[in-house]
């Protein structure tokens, strides 16, 4: 029994950390045109580096009341030249059908991608982290019950 209340509580926990919901989603704002540290933001500190905004305070409300955070990535094809890559990073309010979707256009091809979690538009590992954590506390638990099984008499 006291094995089944425990579990509950760190199932519930878990839980928990997949249900954050804000009704202020803050994105990294950037552009790789001006600032060339937008193309990968998996270096340290980036924060420091990129700018992060509320996109509740940056955008007018009348837009929408269900902000997004956006990552574009264009492929600009230059005439004779070789084509640039350039990244946006920034707040949306009209949603696509799709979670990323793609354009081919005269002189760019583009991708755009949308999430809807703080700073979500970025190259980050946090996703990683909350599965990392959720397969050790099934682990955890496994091993937990096949102890508690063997050791009842």
């Known amino acids: 029994m006291e094995f ?5 509580i760190i199932v519930g926990f878990v839980l928990l950390l997949f ?6 989603v803050k994105c990294f704002e950037c552009n790789s045109a001006n600032n060339s540290a937008c193309l990968d933001l998996n270096l340290p500190r980036m924060h420091s580096i990129v700018p ?6 940056t955008l007018p409300h009348v837009l929408s009341k269900q902000f997004f955070c956006r990552k574009i990535t264009q492929t600009i094809l230059h005439p004779e030249q070789t084509p640039e890559v350039r990244i946006t990073r920034s ?3 009209i949603k696509h059908k799709r979670a990323c979707y793609t354009a081919d256009n005269k002189d760019h091809l583009e991708t755009v991608c949308q999430c809807f979690g703080d700073m979500c538009n970025s190259a980050s590992t946090i996703t990683n982290v909350k599965v990392a954590f959720l397969t050790a506390t099934v682990a955890i638990l496994t091993v937990c019950r096949n102890w508690r099984e063997r050791n009842v008499i």
Not at 4 to 8: A, D, G, I, P
Not at 19 to 24: G, K, L, Q, V
Not at 52 to 57: E, H, I, L, N, S
């Open 91 to 93: 707040c949306g309010w």
């Open 19 to 24: 249900t954050h919901r804000s009704a202020a």
């Open 4 to 8: 089944r209340f425990v579990s509950c």
């Open 52 to 57: 992060v905004v509320d996109c509740g305070k």
